[in-house]
């Protein structure tokens, strides 16, 4: 099985675990217009996308399914107006999390909670316009009220940048751990993974 | 909005678009309305972009969608020029907060609508693979579309069965209530997805073979009427662009 090309069912594993992580992440990022959750979702969403991420790591074996993924979930940022920060991101940090679990020839469910933490790193491209364009972001944003956006500088000084950074790593190792204790509770009994 | 997502037969086109071009509007719909680019000084853009969607629902015979956006638009668009100035604090906050969002998204969720209701899978597949999309993406992002609803719907039904057993914010166990959602989420996606798998394979997706592709598409006057439409706003973009540069 070993060095193939991705075959038609891994694609469409690719395809139906990105719309979980998709769902997941757009329930959780309507969080994001409560002020102080917008740097929260750094934290919240790795963790809780952290658990299908860990399934679909399990029906990984081939190289390029872990990159597809982070490139479409950049697609639906781009296709959402978040901006194509997390797309160019997404690329780069894809590419590495493929090379992080290849190193663990697709098994090692240690490398696979690495895996989920340099994964993640995508949802830090969504933060990038608030510290590199602040007054572009915002005043393409006037209609949310001049209270959602003082309240959004003051919890946006330039030391989050590599603070949310951090935790998105962080929180995606979280997630993957969280995504393995339920894999062996739930999925591996049922024999899913 | 569960029905009809890219569905194999869809009995209506309307204004029967090439998928490009409804890949275009799409683009720009969440460049200039979601993403807000350059509304400040155009201000007359998102107004006149917005009734796109309003034209295209209506020439897909979907009356209900049509009239529902109309409404809903006209009222947030009133509260937020004429209510939100007069208030202050919280109410403030809240009532603009909500306006500027429906107005804000309202628009781009509409045209996605049009989009994937008036798009066949099959439609999508040929487009992009005219556009010369490696096959690597095109087979997930159309299983992605196809999947959204069936999550949602799984979702919805385990959340009925969860509450009915106090598995809520409001029940007993709230503790549990991530755990027990997206346990079974994941069990019954996994499986449906290997049916799924199952299906398309036995229909020779992922053969060594090019597909062939029985729909026709091409661009039409239609379509070159609204890849207009859409490259106007970009060339403006431009031009103010270049205009601060000389100023």
Request: aromatic share 12%; hydrophobic share 50%; net charge positive.
């Amino acid at each position: 099985m070993k060095n193939e090309k991705l075959k038609g069912k891994d694609l469409i594993n690719v395809g139906i675990y990105t719309a979980i992580y998709a769902v997941i992440t757009f329930a959780i990022a309507m969080l994001g217009y409560i002020p102080i959750f917008m740097p929260l979702l750094c934290v919240i969403g790795p963790i809780i996308a952290g658990i299908p991420f860990m399934l679909f790591l399990t029906k990984v074996k081939k190289f390029g399914m872990i990159l597809i993924m982070s490139i479409l979930m950049g697609i639906l940022m781009l296709l959402t107006g978040m901006g194509y920060y997390s797309l160019i991101i997404g690329i780069v940090s894809g590419l590495l999390a493929e090379l992080v679990y290849k190193s663990g020839k697709y098994k090692s469910s240690s490398k696979a909670v690495w895996t989920s933490g340099v994964f993640s790193i995508w949802i830090w491209g969504n933060y990038i316009p608030l510290f590199t364009n602040i007054e572009g972001y915002f005043s393409t944003r006037q209609d949310y009220g001049q209270e959602y956006i003082d309240a959004l500088t003051r919890l946006m000084p330039t030391w989050m940048c590599p603070t949310l950074l951090a935790a998105a790593i962080i929180s995606g190792i979280i997630g993957g751990l969280v995504g393995k204790a339920i894999l062996k509770k739930h999925f591996i009994k049922a024999g899913i993974a | 909005m569960s029905q009809g997502v890219m569905q194999s037969d869809v009995g209506n086109h309307g204004l029967v678009l090439d998928p490009r071009t409804k890949l275009l509007l799409l683009i720009t719909m969440a460049v200039f309305v979601l993403g807000g680019t350059g509304t400040a000084a155009l201000w007359f853009l998102t107004p006149s972009l917005c009734i796109l969607p309003l034209v295209l629902l209506l020439s897909a015979k979907k009356f209900i969608s049509a009239v529902l956006y109309l409404t809903v638009y006209l009222a947030t668009y009133s509260v937020f020029h004429f209510v939100g100035p007069k208030t202050t604090g919280v109410p403030n906050f809240l009532l603009l907060g909500t306006a500027g969002i429906i107005t804000r998204f309202m628009p781009s969720v509409m045209m996605g609508i049009y989009v994937v209701s008036t798009t066949t899978v099959s439609e999508f597949t040929a487009a992009m693979q005219r556009m010369r999309v490696s096959e690597r993406l095109v087979i997930p992002m159309s299983v992605m579309f196809r999947f959204f609803p069936t999550v949602a719907d799984e979702f919805s039904s385990i959340n009925a069965a969860m509450r009915m057993r106090g598995v809520s914010f409001a029940g007993k166990n709230a503790g549990k209530m991530l755990e027990y959602r997206l346990v079974p989420l994941l069990t019954c996606s996994s499986k449906i997805g290997e049916e799924l798998s199952a299906a398309a394979l036995t229909r020779g997706l992922g053969g060594d073979i090019r597909r062939t592709n029985v729909c026709e598409i091409g661009f039409r006057v239609l379509d070159y009427a609204m890849i207009l439409v859409c490259i106007v706003p970009f060339i403006m973009l431009i031009l103010r662009w270049f205009e601060v540069s000389v100023f």
